[in-house]
């Protein structure tokens, strides 16, 4: 299994990025797919996720500026993410959530790294 993410940088506070993660050696339609970040010090939160119906759901910190999108055919998720602040700044993590597993299990990506600085 291969969760490959990019699209992480540096932008400035109320700028655009957006986050893709390409999935390899699962039934991508099947899996719900996460987001999570991680900022020093700070535990790991799931920021998004999108069930295998479609069916998106958001951290209160991100609830209007973030947006999750699955394409199964292309097995990606994005996370398009507007009027970044700088408390968003993190390592964001892929998720893939097989059917029956919950919380933090499924499989990883490497993260990419956000970081938002003036």
């Known amino acids: 299994v291969q969760l490959q993410a990019s699209g992480g940088g540096l932008v400035q506070p109320g700028g655009s990025l957006r986050l893709s993660c390409a999935a390899s050696g699962i039934i991508f339609r099947s899996n719900g797919m996460g987001w999570y970040r991680q900022a020093p010090g700070s535990k790991r939160e799931l920021v998004a996720f999108?069930?295998?119906?479609?069916?998106?759901s958001y951290s209160d910190s991100v609830k209007g500026r973030f947006t999750i999108s699955r394409d199964n055919g292309q097995n990606t998720v994005s996370l398009q993410m507007n009027s970044l602040k700088l408390e968003d700044t993190a390592v964001y993590y892929c998720?893939?959530?097989?059917?029956?597993?919950?919380?933090?299990?499924?499989?990883w990506g490497q993260g990419t790294q956000v970081t938002v600085s003036s």
């Open positions: 999108v069930t295998s119906g479609g069916s998106a």
């Open positions: 998720n893939a959530r097989p059917p029956g597993v919950i919380g933090t299990g499924g499989y």
